[in-house]
């Protein structure tokens, strides 16, 4: 799909954008290096934080105190 229309679609499956707020990018920073990819990190801090599930089938992700579907 056109990127473009990536916000309507997330909406009109029930997801919402989450920010990424002050509190995550400071938990990203004391996270270890499990994936050394920092948007990895960034993916997994706000879940901790807000307590949500990640989808997401990186395997370095399940080294992370986080819930994980698929």
Known sequence: MPFQELHVQTLSNGFSVLPVYFEHTAKVSTM?????????RLIIAPAMIEGMT????ESNFRQYDVELLW
């Not at 270890?32 to 990895?40: E, V, W």
Request: proline fraction near 23%.
């Open 54 to 57: 990640v989808i997401s089938g």
């Open 32 to 40: 270890p290096f499990h994936p050394r990819d920092p948007f990895g």
